[in-house]
């Protein structure tokens, strides 16, 4: 299997442009979280899927931010409009049942909002 | 507020060294606490645990769940530059929230 696969690896954009970050789970794998890392707060959960559907969004820091899963497969974070604070390293990871079992991790994506 | 707190904050040893990590937490309804290790890259996990008193290893690695105290440990004995990382420890509660420590920064000199 792959792993988790991220994409963009980089992305790097102005204030105010909507940012698109995607993510494809491990097959098999129910549950996807969507991961903000930053020097100053560490690593944080924005929300998590599980079932396609969002159990836990208490983490997304504003109305800025939204998450989807249209399948099991596939899963998108999206921010509009972005702002110099959004810049981050953002991890999608997934595991067979819920946050209480192994989460494997993507490789992230380095957002930088200038 | 729920909080999960991890000391230190980073600790420089020598090669063959032991050391110990600690994670302190206060939430409600807790469920399992979890460690990561994390390199240059994406978080990798070592450890679930969920009772009291039971030791989980694997190789130089071992971690213990204290639920009175609410603290656990993670140990490494004959550290290496391989083990250099920031090890991270997570809480999970009862209604699978989640909650990441800071972490501690090891580096582990030759």
């Known amino acids: 299997d792959a792993g988790v696969i991220q994409s963009p690896r980089h992305e790097v954009t102005e204030m105010g442009q909507e940012v698109t970050l995607r993510c494809k789970p491990i097959s098999g794998h129910n549950s996807l979280f969507w991961y903000r890392q930053t020097m100053m707060r560490g690593l944080e959960l924005l929300i998590y899927f599980n079932n396609n559907v969002p159990i836990d969004d208490s983490g997304m820091p504003e109305d800025r931010f939204s998450a989807k899963m249209p399948n099991a497969s596939f899963s998108t974070l999206k921010i509009q409009p972005s702002e110099p604070r959004d810049s981050a390293v953002y991890f999608c990871?997934?595991?067979?049942?819920?946050?209480?079992?192994?989460?494997?991790f993507g490789p992230g994506t380095r957002l930088t909002v200038l | 507020e729920d909080k999960v707190v991890q000391s230190p904050l980073s600790l420089v040893v020598h090669e063959g060294d032991t050391v110990t990590l600690n994670c302190s937490y206060e939430v409600t309804n807790f469920r399992s606490l979890l460690w990561y290790k994390q390199e240059k890259k994406a978080p990798t996990f070592l450890f679930m645990l969920?009772?009291?008193?039971i030791e989980k290893k694997s190789g130089r690695l071992s971690s213990i769940l204290d639920k009175k105290e609410l603290f656990s440990i993670l140990n490494i004995t004959a550290t290496q530059t391989g083990d250099s990382a920031v090890y991270l420890c997570a809480v999970v509660k009862a209604t699978n929230k989640l909650i990441f420590g800071t972490g501690t920064l090891l580096a582990v000199q030759p």
């Open positions: 990871a997934s595991s067979v049942e819920g946050p209480h079992n192994e989460q494997f």
């Open positions: 969920t009772s009291s008193g």
